[in-house]
C-alpha cells in the first residue's frame, strides 16, 4: 500500500491495520479508552510545535494528531456506531451552524459580537440536546471535560462561576486570596499535616489561574513560558559550572543561585 495526499487513503490504512487476522496485532487490541491517552499526547505536541515555531514538525505532528481522528472513528464505526465521513459532517454542520454571521444573515463585525452569537448558538444546541433526550448534568459548571489540564479545567470552571455572578471585580482581591491560601499552607507546615499541606497547595494554584483569568492570561500558556524560562536558565547555570569543569551535583545551593541571576542580567540586557 502507498502513500497518499488522499485522505481515504488513510482510511484504508487504519482499516487494514484493524482487520482481523492480517492486521497488525497491536491495534487489534486497542479500544477508545487505551487510544485516548494516546490522542491526547499527540495534541500536546502539535502544542509543542506551534510554541517551537517548527512548522516542519507541526505538519507531523498533525498527521499524528489526524490519526487519532481516523483511529477513534474506525473503531466506531467497526461498532456501527459512526465512521470518518459522520465526523466530518459532524464538524461542517457545527462551523456552519455557529458562524451565521459567516454563512447567513447574522451580524458579527466585532469579536465580542461573535462571542455573543457563539454563546447563544451552544445554548441552543444544549436545548436540542435535551430535547432528543440527551441532557448533561446540570448546573453552572455542568459541560468542562474532566480530560482537560487541571490549569485549563480550573480557568474554565471559573469562568461558567463568573458568568452566573460567582467572581470578584478586581484582581486584588484576588492576590489578596493568594496571599491567605499561602498563609494557609504556613499553617498546614506548622501542623505537620501532609494531606492538608497538598490541599493548600492545590488551593493557592487554583487562586493563582483565577489571578491570570482576571489578568487576561492563559495560565497553560504562561506556565508554559515560565517552564521554559527555567530551562533556559537553568541551561546556562549548567553551562557555567561546566567550564570550570564542575557540575549542579557538585555545587552549591549559592553557586548555583548566583549562576541563576548571572542568567537572569543576561536575559534583561538582550531585552
Known sequence: MTPSRDISRLIEIMAALRTPGSGCPWDLEQDFASIAPYTLEEAYEVADAIARGDLDDLRDELGDLLLQVVFHAR?????????????????????????????????????????????????????????????????????????????????????KAGKVGFDWNDPRAVLAKIREEADEIEAALDAGDDAAIAGEVGDLLFAAVNLARHVDADPESALRATNSKFERRFGHIERALAARGATPARSTLDEMDALWNEAKRVEKARD
Not at 459522520?86 to 454571521?101: F, G, N
Not at 436540542?128 to 480550573?154: D, S
Open 75 to 159: 473503531m466506531a464505526q467497526e461498532q456501527g456506531a459512526f465512521a470518518f465521513p459522520d465526523v466530518v459532517q459532524a464538524i461542517t454542520e457545527k462551523l456552519i451552524r455557529r458562524h451565521p454571521h459567516v454563512f447567513a444573515d447574522a451580524s458579527g463585525k466585532t469579536a465580542e459580537a461573535v462571542k455573543g452569537l457563539w454563546d447563544d448558538i451552544k445554548a441552543q444546541e444544549k436545548a436540542a440536546k435535551a430535547a432528543r433526550g440527551k441532557t448533561e448534568p446540570a448546573g453552572a459548571l455542568a459541560g468542562v471535560p474532566l480530560a482537560l489540564p487541571a490549569l485549563t479545567r480550573a480557568l474554565k470552571l471559573q469562568q
